[in-house]
């Protein structure tokens, strides 16, 4: 009767953190495949070689983040995303040149980086899904580059300065101790 059970919030924060943390890494190992991929196929295009990296730096960013050593400060977040937002936006606006980015077939005024997907008024989805995990990309660098720069946050309110709340944690500090008095 002394043990109390735990409550159903921990449970389900517990599994989002897992399904995140999974699809993170899902994502990652996708775009860090085709990235090396679509290089392995050559340069013939500058817009696909640059495509192609970015994607390949974001995949291994995202493999490389360990968000329990060092989690992004909500400016962090905020960065990456006026970064990603503003790159869609600004590339969608209509360009006077033609040579910006490549041509839609059989449409005048190409709008979007590093694939045009609007162009006379048609929007091409799988272009503009392209484009926008390309910025998405591009806005994980401001992201992990703020959260390296900046220094960490101090304890949460209500935790004791040393306490450290997962266990895993817990057993990287404690590696060396004996157990139980076991030499």
């Known amino acids: ?102 041509r839609l077939s059989g449409y005048e005024n190409p709008h979007g980086f590093p694939f045009a997907f609007l162009a006379g008024g048609h929007l091409d989805a799988w272009r503009a899904f392209a484009d926008l995990v390309f910025w998405a990309c591009v806005g994980l660098f401001p992201l992990a580059v703020i959260t390296l720069v900046a220094p960490a946050p101090g304890p949460a309110p209500g935790h004791p300065a040393g306490h450290v709340a997962h266990a895993e944690q817990r057993a990287e500090v404690a590696d060396d101790e004996n157990v139980g008095g076991l030499p």
């Open 1 to 102: 009767m002394g043990d109390a059970e735990p409550t159903a919030g921990a449970d389900d924060q517990g599994s989002l953190a897992a399904v995140l943390i999974v699809l993170r890494l899902l994502a990652a190992w996708c775009f860090a495949a085709i990235g090396a991929l679509g290089l392995l196929m050559g340069f013939a295009d500058t817009n696909y070689v640059i495509f192609h990296v970015v994607l390949l730096a974001g995949g291994v960013a995202m493999l490389g983040f360990r968000p329990m050593l060092r989690r992004p400060r909500p400016i962090a977040y905020l960065a990456g995303a006026v970064v990603a937002l503003l790159g869609l936006l600004i590339s969608a606006l209509p360009r006077a040149s033609a040579a910006v980015c490549c």
